[in-house]
């Protein structure tokens, strides 16, 4: 699976999750710092990436938009290093490979998670 991270993660998740074999690249070595976030869906909708981030505006923008990709895997914790919630996260995105490969958001804490398949109705 690919994973593009958002840039509000720290690049050092592309080490953790290229190792438990997953095929991740951070915003910042594809794109502007700056970009705005239908740019980073747009890369990732046409490189069939996940989008790993923190935001709470993606599910916004899968939400207002309709789409059936890209699918989103958001965290939403504290403390979001890969030291922490490394574990958890790649637990997460194998269990629920077949969901974010046919368009998903997935939206995890330390404890639980939800997951909601795309498109998303209002």
Known sequence: MKILLDMNLSP??????????????????????????????????????????????FGALL???????PSVFQIRTQNISPQVLGPRAIELLHRFKTELDNGALIVADELRERVRLLPLSR
């Open 12 to 57: 050092a998740w592309t080490g953790v999750l290229n190792q438990a074999g997953f095929d991740a690249v951070h915003w910042s070595t594809v794109g502007p710092a700056d970009a705005p976030d239908v740019q980073l869906f747009k890369w990732a909708r046409e490189n069939e990436a996940v989008v790993f981030t923190h935001d709470l505006d």
């Open 63 to 69: 939400a207002l938009t309709g789409v059936e990709a």
